[in-house]
């Protein structure tokens, strides 16, 4: 089943390169002018400086965010699964005169491709969802990591995943999907992409594993990383409800009238 799941992704992952490359979401022409730094505030405050850091980003996608660190000084390596997103990334490295390394491949196949050690590991959102076994994953982050080297991991809050989206209002909250993780993964059929709502996919189908912060934090803890910092949030980089707003900062957020629920989630964690 994981096989199917994976190449059902893959294909979903190859059609979405084009509709984020000239999506709003992303906002490439505003990044290219130099006008969008890439990643969030809050991000490059828990990074501090990366100047002269070797970064592993894991689940890279087009690079905006791998070249964001790149600008910032950083000597990046992107991995991705996807042959268009690592073409993509490749072409606005050279469009941008930035100098990042970028491979094509599986998360469970970074130590193979890539072996070396970082500074820090980047992983942040929309990536530990497509991935099944999240010890497996722990254990190729502390690999990369070289000792004091630290992830930064940031993504969806699993509580806000359980919520009936489609439907939910603030007096009417329903849980739809499961909040543990199980071996068997949740499939969806989606017909539009989160970049661009307009945009009919033809790769409808996609799977997903839900993993809770504490599995996470559990899974790093076995892995030999000392947790150093976590923070749940109140935003989202993207319209997850159809009550969301997005502030000048491009996060998005719920109305004063919501329950106060978790978003996102952040961990900074540190390789002894
Ligand atoms: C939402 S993006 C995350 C990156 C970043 N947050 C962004 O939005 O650009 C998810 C990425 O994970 C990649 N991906 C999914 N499963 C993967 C796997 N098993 N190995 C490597 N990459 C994978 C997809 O190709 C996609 O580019």
Redesign the pocket.
């Known amino acids: 089943m994981h096989d199917e799941a994976?190449a059902a992704?893959?294909r979903r992952?190859e059609e979405?390169v084009a509709v984020?490359l000239a999506s709003d979401l992303?906002d490439l022409t505003a990044f290219k002018r130099g006008e969008r730094r890439g990643l969030h505030p809050f991000e490059w405050c828990w990074l501090g400086d990366v100047a002269g850091l070797d970064v592993l980003h894991?689940?890279?996608?087009?690079g905006?965010?791998s070249l964001a660190l790149a600008r910032a000084g950083a000597r990046v390596t992107g991995?991705?699964?996807?042959a268009r997103?690592i073409d993509a990334a490749r072409t606005l490295a050279e469009e941008l005169e930035l100098e990042a390394r970028f491979v094509e491949?599986?998360?469970?196949d970074a130590g193979k491709l890539i072996p070396a050690t970082f500074d820090l590991v980047y992983v942040?959102?929309?990536?530990i969802c497509?991935?099944p076994d999240i010890q497996g994953w722990a254990g190729i982050v502390a690999a990369a990591l070289r000792p004091g080297g630290r992830l930064f991991f940031a993504d969806a809050h699993p509580f806000l995943l359980t919520l009936d989206d489609e439907n939910a209002t603030a007096g009417n909250l329903r849980v739809r999907y499961p909040y543990f993780h199980k071996p068997a993964p949740l499939r969806f059929d989606e017909a539009t992409a989160y970049g661009d709502a307009g945009h009919a996919m033809t790769n409808v189908e996609s799977y997903e594993w839900m993993h809770g912060p504490l599995e996470v934090c559990d899974a790093l803890i076995r892995a030999g990383l000392a947790l150093e910092r976590l923070e749940e949030f109140e935003f989202l980089p993207w319209n997850h409800l159809p009550a969301m707003w997005e502030d000048a900062d491009r996060l998005w957020r719920l109305p004063d009238d919501w329950p106060r629920i978790p978003l996102s989630y952040g961990i900074a964690a540190r390789k002894p």
Do not use: E, I, R
């Open positions: 994976k992704n893959h992952w979405m984020n992303y894991l689940q890279c996608h087009f905006l965010d991995l991705d699964f996807s997103a491949g599986d998360v469970y942040t959102w929309g990536t497509w991935l």
